[in-house]
C-alpha cells in the first residue's frame, strides 16, 4: 500500500545516493512512497525511501532505495551511476542514471543476465501504476 514520504527522508536519500532525484520521481515518491508499477508486460515493486517516522513505516520502508542499490552494485555489470528505484522479484531493476550531480527521468531496465540497460520510460509517470 503506497504511502505519502516528507521532504527530509527525500533529502537524506539524495545525500546518501549523491545526486538530486528527477522532479517527476520526486513528486511520484512524495505521493506513494512504494506501490507497484508495470512495465514491459512484468509487475514491478517500487523501492521506498526510508522513512523513519514512526515504527511501522521504518518497516514498511526496509527495502529502500539506498540499501536496494547498494545490494545492487554489488553485481558487477551493474552501472556504477545508476540507483535501484524498483524490483520484479527475479533479480531485474528499474534504475535511474546519474548526470552529473543529478539523476535523470528516464527509466531504463537493468537485466541482471545480460547486465544490458534499456530505456522503457522517459519517466516513473509513463509507467502503467497498479491499483
Known amino acids: 500500500m503506497p504511502y505519502p514520504v516528507a521532504e527530509n527522508y527525500i ?8 545526486g538530486k532525484l528527477p522532479e517527476r520521481y ?24 526510508e522513512d523513519r517516522s514512526d515504527r511501522k513505516r521504518f518497516a514498511r520502508s526496509a527495502n529502500h532505495v ?3 542499490t547498494e545490494q545492487a552494485r554489488k553485481w558487477p555489470t551493474f552501472p556504477a551511476t545508476a540507483i535501484a528505484i524498483a ?43 497498479e491499483s
Open 11 to 18: 533529502l537524506d536519500a539524495e545525500a546518501a545516493l549523491g
Open 26 to 49: 520526486r513528486g511520484w515518491i512524495t505521493r506513494s512512497n512504494g506501490g507497484e508499477v508495470e512495465a514491459r508486460k512484468d509487475t514491478w515493486q517500487v523501492h521506498p525511501l
Open 66 to 68: 539506498v540499501r536496494e
Open 87 to 129: 524490483s520484479n522479484g527475479t533479480g531485474d531493476l528499474l534504475v535511474l542514471q546519474q548526470k552529473a550531480s543529478e539523476f535523470s527521468d528516464m527509466v531504463y531496465l537493468w537485466s541482471h543476465e545480460s547486465g544490458e540497460l534499456l530505456p522503457i520510460a522517459k519517466s516513473i509517470d509513463d509507467l502503467a501504476i
